[in-house]
């Protein structure tokens, strides 16, 4: 059985940084696709960005391009998402997923852009992140 827990999450002022991590069990996340989600009040579930260390691919969406990073340590079975410049729109609760028949690793940069809920079978419960203006 397969468990994501995040932690990380908090209340920052916008231009604040925060950087969150997942810690995986039961599976190495090694050959894995890993994703960062989030959702806010009233909105549905959107991709963050996904990474695929196989090859090392990323993929991130418009809004939080160059200011959040997502790596992994296949080491540790660890997840991370630095996010810095946080604006009061990435308000939400932030969740860790894997996908271990790794879909993302057959997409570019592009591929967090589409709706890849349904690519990720396993998920954590989330960590909340707040960013006052």
Do not use: H
Request: charged fraction near 20%.
């Amino acid at each position: 059985q397969v468990q994501l827990v995040e932690s990380g999450g908090g209340s920052v002022q916008a231009g604040g940084s925060l950087r969150l991590s997942c810690v995986a069990s039961g599976r190495r996340i090694s050959t894995a696709c890993m994703g960062w989600f989030r959702e806010a009040p009233g909105k549905e579930r959107e991709g963050v960005a996904t990474i695929y260390s196989g090859t090392g691919s990323t993929s991130d969406t418009d809004s939080v391009e160059g200011r959040f990073t997502i790596s992994q340590d296949n080491a540790n079975n660890r997840l991370y998402l630095q996010m810095n410049s946080l604006k009061p729109e990435d308000t939400a609760m932030y969740y860790c997923a894997a996908d271990f028949r790794s879909f993302c690793r057959y997409g570019g940069s592009w591929y967090i852009r589409g709706d890849r809920r349904a690519d990720f079978g396993y998920w954590g419960q989330g960590t909340q992140v707040t960013v006052s203006s």
